[in-house]
């Protein structure tokens, strides 16, 4: 479970909705985005080089701004850029994630269970187990990569958010776009989808992992995570057609602003 150290009293929180289900997550300690340094933020974006789209809206962080995010048109070259306004907490988010994906691979996890710290639990977790097996005589083991606990995130009414596209990149262009608008129910427990927002309870297995480290890679830190990790070509994405884990919708967060006491 990624928490930032600056808010225990969300990992408690955390804690209290898994506990009457006998669940003790892992704590990882997050990766602080806004205590990263200038020189840092303005090497883990995309550099733009010639051959890359030009005209997209970038933020950049440049150190003679002292590391204040600056926002323009994504066009000069060798300027490292990132999506539209992605801030440095998002940017913390994604490192958080992709060092969660490293030490899975390096220590020989064929699959994980990632939360983030604002869930809300609706049905017994321990399921899932079971869950993951029926999955896998429904498509088999290999067929799958990541495998989403509940159908959608949620606005704070509680209403579901589909995704049905995807955000453009300067630096990569989807073989097939019209993939991200594909959502087919395949029984009565899994759904296949082809993009999805929120990154707070996913199931990934090795295949998802390396996919998913390979493509920001390849590409680099752009946008948000819950918009990178379906953009590879040939990830395979399934969700729950009902909530065991969700987000908690009126939590706390230090994505836009560092909200914590300093």
């Known amino acids: 479970m990624i928490n930032l150290d600056q808010?225990?009293?969300k990992f408690n929180q955390s804690l209290a909705q898994l506990a009457p289900y006998g669940i003790l997550p892992y704590r990882f300690s997050a990766v602080?985005?806004?205590?990263?340094?200038?020189?840092?933020?303005?090497s883990l974006g995309v550099t733009f080089?010639?051959?890359?789209?030009?005209?997209?809206?970038g933020t950049c962080y440049l150190q003679e701004n002292?590391?204040?995010?600056?926002?323009?048109?994504?066009e000069k070259v060798g300027r490292n850029y990132y999506s539209h306004c992605l801030s440095?907490?998002?940017?913390?988010?994604?490192?958080s994630h992709l060092s969660i994906l490293q030490d899975a691979l390096d220590s020989g996890f064929k699959t994980i269970w990632v939360m983030e710290d604002d869930i809300e639990v609706f049905k017994d977790p321990n399921e899932l187990t079971a869950l993951i097996k029926k999955l896998d005589a429904l498509v088999g083991k290999d067929n799958w990569d990541v495998l989403f606990t509940d159908p959608d995130t949620?606005?704070?009414n509680g209403e579901y958010i589909p995704c049905t596209g995807y955000a453009k990149r300067p630096n990569f262009a989807p073989k097939n776009i019209e993939r991200f608008i594909g959502r087919k129910d395949i029984s009565k427990d899994f759904r296949k989808v082809g993009a999805r927002y929120g990154a707070y309870s996913m199931i990934i297995r090795k295949s998802g992992m390396k996919k998913i480290l390979n493509f920001i890679k390849r590409n680099d830190i752009f946008l948000p995570y819950?918009?990178?990790?379906?953009?590879?070509?040939?990830?395979?994405?399934?969700?729950?057609?009902?909530?065991?884990?969700s987000t908690l919708t009126d939590a706390l967060s230090d994505n836009g602003k560092a909200r914590y006491e300093p």
């Open 226 to 245: 819950d918009m990178e990790f379906y953009l590879p070509n040939n990830i395979n994405l399934y969700t729950m057609r009902y909530d065991v884990v």
């Open 154 to 156: 949620k606005r704070a």
């Open 32 to 42: 602080n985005g806004w205590e990263l340094p200038s020189k840092v933020l303005n």
């Open 88 to 95: 440095r907490g998002a940017i913390g988010i994604v490192l």
């Open 49 to 57: 080089k010639p051959w890359m789209q030009k005209g997209i809206m």
């Open 7 to 9: 808010r225990p009293e």
């Open 66 to 74: 002292k590391g204040e995010n600056n926002h323009e048109l994504i």
